[in-house]
């Protein structure tokens, strides 16, 4: 019990650091338990792990940022309309809400529908390490697209609902691929529609929200309500140990794009996924 408690805490500090850079969550942690594996726990548990574990993360964007998705609001000014039950929800934050949700359904209705066929497809080594490659040279090529241009969309208002629905299709290759990164995949599409690459980060990170919530929802009807004590308590440390790791990465993230590009983690992803090839092509 207490090594598999250690062993959630270590991937709890894996989820908190490689959900918001963009180099796959899902990813890492599936590399990790080809050396890390709990060992009081049945593979199912395990696949819901790893899924469920960024509830964490993603109660550290809330926090982080919830004045800005708070869609309740006092200020008449501010709501939909100044009288009835509109005038208790913020025009502005609800309009965001609209495009996020509007940027879940590609994934949503793909996950639903394909989930257990992708995890028996593509949740390996291999396929990990090609889309590490293989989204590490994207991001090096938009970069480098995106060099000579000035500014971007650089607030939540300038992205349309259209804007919303191609990062939205690009959040579903993170659904269909693990080492594709569900936040470098959105953010690689926010920055070729014109976002700035605060705005990409940030619309990724409310994205997060309804996405891994119902996909953890998903994970965990699934699996069922019959934990066992061990399984719960391996559960809430990765759990909180991922949302500690988060608040400091979040911040970190924002304050590194104001100066520099996305590049070194494309860098970073090919490395590890030609690494990851070799491995296990010679073991």
Known sequence: MFLDIVKSIIFGIIEGITEWLPISSTGHLILAEQF???????????SMFQVVIQ???????ILIYFKKIWPFTKNKEKAIKP???????DKNIMNLWGKILVACIPAAIIGILFDEIFEELFYNPTCIAIALIVFGVA????????????GGKDKN????YKDALIIGIFQLLAAIFP????SGATIIGGLLIGLSRANAAEFTFYLAIPTMLGA????????????TTAEIVI?????????????????????YIKKHDFKVFGYYRIILGIIVLLYFCLV
């Open 216 to 227: 953890s929802l998903l994970k965990v009807l699934k699996f069922g309500l019959a934990f």
């Open 83 to 89: 009288k009835g039950i509109l005038s208790f929800f």
């Open 36 to 46: 890390i594996k709990f060992e009081n726990v049945s593979p199912e548990f395990w």
């Open 157 to 160: 208002s300038e992205i349309t």
């Open 179 to 182: 080492g594709t990164s569900r």
């Open 139 to 150: 991001f090096i090529v938009v970069e480098n697209w995106n060099k000579n241009k000035r």
């Open 55 to 61: 509830l964490g993360a993603i109660f550290a964007v």
């Open 235 to 255: 559960l809430v440390i990765g759990m909180l140990v991922s949302f500690i790791i988060s608040m400091f990465v979040i911040k970190f993230l924002m304050n």
